[in-house]
């Protein structure tokens, strides 16, 4: 079935800093999306990607989506406190196709 | 501009209970519309979802059920919750026939005591 990876579960970096994460997955993807959780809300998207090779930015955040359809990845710059949160990466196989989410990551930034 | 409903935001309910939570979305016709559980702050499953009045896949066997009486709204119940009901459960909606994103809503949070 489809599935996409997301690893490592938990992520901690000092603030400043950058930070990688990565989505993988086995199936071909035709639309990859990443999301951000805060602590008790809904995940809330930051950046929607819908063709191979793509490059997207939103401030501080730069996503791409593979070459090959089947991974994607999201840079933060500079890391700020209000970071924190969970990292969800999401891929669509067709328009009204399931959304299929990773496991997320936490990410803890250190002042 | 769209927006989506979800309530209760939490809710405490006794093993055995019946279970109705709502979502409605406005500003947009013909959605697909999601149920996801989240249980312990990680991982989003999917347990319904729907591409039109009446139309639901389930993804999971499990307590519950979903309906879809009306275009923009998505009604997820249990005629009995069990304690392994209990987590947080955000419905989401997206456009039909788009390979676009899903917007969530804030979530209920359902703890079966």
């Known amino acids: 079935g489809q599935q996409l990876n997301q690893s490592p579960q938990s992520m901690f970096i000092q603030e400043g800093e950058d930070v990688s994460m990565n989505c993988t997955s086995s199936?071909?993807?035709?639309?990859w999306l990443w999301y951000k959780q805060d602590p008790g809300e809904g995940p809330v998207l930051l950046i929607a990607?819908?063709?191979?090779?793509e490059l997207t930015s939103n401030g501080r955040l730069t996503a791409q989506f593979g070459i090959t359809r089947k991974d994607s990845f999201l840079n933060i710059s500079a890391s700020i406190p209000s970071d924190v949160g969970i990292y969800f990466c999401?891929?669509?196989?067709?328009?009204?196709?399931?959304?299929?989410f990773g496991k997320g990551i936490t990410l803890s930034v250190r002042p | 501009s769209q927006t989506i409903h979800q309530w209760p935001a939490t809710l405490v309910q006794p093993v055995g209970s019946p279970l109705s939570l709502e979502c409605t979305v406005e500003?947009?016709?013909?959605?697909?519309l999601y149920w996801y559980r989240q249980a312990a702050g990680r991982g989003l499953q999917l347990l319904f979802y729907?591409?039109?009045?009446?139309?639901i896949s389930s993804e999971v066997p499990q307590n519950l059920s979903a309906s879809r009486p009306q275009d923009r709204q998505f009604i997820l119940s249990s005629k009995k919750l069990l304690l392994s009901d209990s987590g947080f459960y955000l419905c989401?909606?997206?456009?039909?026939?788009?390979?676009?994103?899903?917007?969530f809503g804030q979530g209920t949070r359902l703890t079966v005591v």
């Open positions: 990607l819908y063709k191979a090779g």
């Open positions: 989401a909606w997206s456009l039909r026939d788009r390979l676009t994103e899903a917007f």
């Open positions: 500003g947009t016709s013909n959605p697909n």
């Open positions: 999401a891929g669509r196989i067709g328009a009204n196709s399931k959304l299929t």
């Open positions: 199936s071909i993807f035709n639309t």
């Open positions: 729907s591409v039109g009045i009446g139309q």
